[in-house]
RNA sequence: GCUCCCUUCGUCUAGUGGUUAGGACGUCGGCCUCUCACGCCGGUAACAGGGGUUCGAAUCCCCUAGGGAGCGCCA
């Protein structure tokens, strides 16, 4: 909760004071709005945002829109050696495209680091946590006995009783109770508990004065109200110690979720070799934003036998306690279906501006000559699973082809074909061009098919050679509008020298 | 090594003591058809193993195996 100057204030005895970051607007709170459910999305910014953080975000987003409440952003920086802004920026520019909007923040623990003085001194004080000066040897041999004795390696409290100096070089370790257990009340696992005697006295305080992250975390969590705490399994093992914390510091633990995390296809955990793991990657690789928040969603979690949601849905119909316990592996393939569903049925305007960097890609600028984008959308949508594939096959409404697929160019582009081809071309040539268009276009194929007495497979696939240098493309009618007049008549005597060449040097 | 977590078709999952174990992706076959797609119809395919509890277990308990995480002056 804050105060009225905007501070953090825990709502224990001790008032702790101002840490650096302050509250927002918004965010004031009463006791009676004490039970807001505010949950937070903490990565450290070591790197880009990746599928499995992404889902983690989104489960505490739609956890927090779910129930009216607020979702903080907040940078866990305390590792100055690997945090990086480009990492800052880069994990912000996922949150952003993916449409993830955060209430409050991006809030940087390196900013609070008077506030976790203050408390890692209050701890200290009242007796809670203890200084150490325990030599690195002392620990390595401590833990080389251990590990030989088949036990935990745990620190075993040699600097409990002790005076240091606190002008010497000394860590501060925080008092774990030595009996009794923890019970982490999970919401997606249930009740697992640990004993205190599994846990130790944990360094909070590093020699050189910044503090740790299970402190950072547990101060941060409790300054900003966080009510939900949903983060990775990996988390799992840290909750007993977190909760130890926040009890000496007088606070009611928050409700905790641990995510199982997303595997590789090959079941493995998910790495830099399984190729794609940057969420910005999936936007660079022509995914729809809402595909990938759909796909992630169903990774885990499920709402009977429903493949699609909607933002809206998922927010209507999300609860974490829904939530898988097992870790699942990614599937290209399935994501690749929702992009295709979300290009195929999304509004084609819609489509045709996500559509459009990627036509840039290739060096076309679909505004300046050529059929309109959205036309081109709506005759291929069917036919790409991703945007970058849907600008490959349409690049042809925009400019002539390169080269013709050497398989098609064989089987269509044959002497036999030439007939039909003088003859589209002379059909096509007197048409005028208002008539330009899919009926006439299409009775125009028709009637030079009846003519030769050939099926329409016979005039249309060479046709489709000669315009779209591939075997695939649109019903042909379409095929020729999107490519426009002149193109097509070029096209078609390119296709018809073809023809020649062939003939000439067989 | 110790502690904790996990285990239903190839993959994502439904299932919370009684189902022919359902759906989706993929895959295979078919239909549609000027091509490729889309769409439609159909098929293939799973309760990790072993013990209990119970009239009855995918569902509850125990063990085993396999996978994962934590045990940092990383987060």
């Not at 009996?179 to 846990?199: C, H, K, Q, S, Y």
Request: charged residues 25%.
């Amino acid at each position: 909760m804050c105060d009225a100057q905007g501070r953090f204030v825990t709502s224990g005895a001790a008032v702790l004071g101002d840490g650096g970051a302050s509250c927002l607007a918004g965010s004031n709170r009463t006791e009676s709005s004490k039970m807001t459910v505010r949950t937070r999305f903490a990565p450290s910014p070591t790197g880009y945002l990746h599928v499995g953080g992404a889902r983690t975000a989104l489960f505490s987003y739609l956890f927090a829109r779910r129930h009216g409440g607020q979702f903080v952003l907040r940078i866990e920086d305390t590792d100055l050696e690997r945090s990086t802004a480009e990492s800052v920026n880069a994990i912000m520019e996922g949150l952003t495209w993916l449409g993830l909007d955060y209430d409050e923040g991006p809030f940087f623990q390196t900013e609070r680091f008077e506030r976790y003085q203050q408390v890692v001194d209050d701890l200290l004080e009242r007796g809670l946590a203890y200084r150490c000066d325990c030599p690195k040897e002392r620990l390595d041999r401590l833990r080389d006995t251990q590990m030989a004795a088949k036990v935990k390696p745990r620190y075993d409290g040699h600097c409990r009783g002790r005076e240091i100096d606190p002008e010497q070089p000394h860590v501060v370790r925080f008092k774990n109770p030595v009996d009794g257990a923890v019970i982490v009340d999970d919401l997606i696992r249930g009740r697992v508990p640990f004993a205190n005697t599994e846990l130790d006295d944990l360094i909070i305080r590093r020699s050189d004065g910044s503090p740790t992250y299970n402190l950072t975390v547990v101060v941060d969590d409790a300054d900003m109200a966080i009510t939900h705490v949903i983060r990775g399994d990996d988390h799992l093992n840290n909750t007993p110690r977190q909760i130890n914390i926040l009890k000496a510091l007088g606070h009611e633990p928050p409700r905790y979720a641990h995510v199982p995390m997303i595997l590789g296809p090959d079941g493995k955990r998910l790495s830099k070799r399984h190729g794609a793991v940057s969420v910005v990657s999936y936007r660079d690789n022509g995914y729809l934003p809402e595909a990938l928040l759909n796909y992630l969603v169903r990774l885990g979690w499920s709402h009977g036998d429903q493949e699609v949601f909607s933002l809206d849905e998922m927010i209507a119909l999300f609860d974490i306690s829904d939530v898988n316990t097992a870790a699942s592996a990614f599937n290209v393939e399935k994501l690749d279906w929702l992009n295709q569903h979300y290009i195929q049925h999304g509004e084609p305007k819609h489509i045709a501006r996500l559509l459009s960097p990627h036509m840039g890609e290739l060096g076309i600028d679909p505004a300046e000559d050529g059929p309109e984008l959205v036309d081109v959308v709506m005759a291929q949508a069917a036919r790409a699973k991703t945007l970058k594939e849907l600008a490959a096959i349409s690049a042809f409404c925009y400019r002539d082809f390169e080269d013709y697929d050497e398989a098609a160019a064989k089987k269509h582009l044959r002497p036999v074909a030439r007939p039909a081809l003088e003859g589209l071309r002379a059909e096509l040539e007197m048409l005028a061009l208002e008539d330009w268009e899919p009926e006439t276009l299409h009775r125009v194929v028709e009637r030079v098919a009846e003519e030769l007495e050939l099926n329409m497979g016979k005039v249309a696939q060479p046709l489709r050679v000669a315009v779209v240098g591939r075997a695939a493309s649109p019903g042909i009618d379409v095929t020729l509008q999107l490519v426009g007049k002149d193109a097509t008549l070029r096209r078609i005597d390119r296709a018809l020298a073809f023809i020649d060449a062939r003939a000439a040097n067989a």
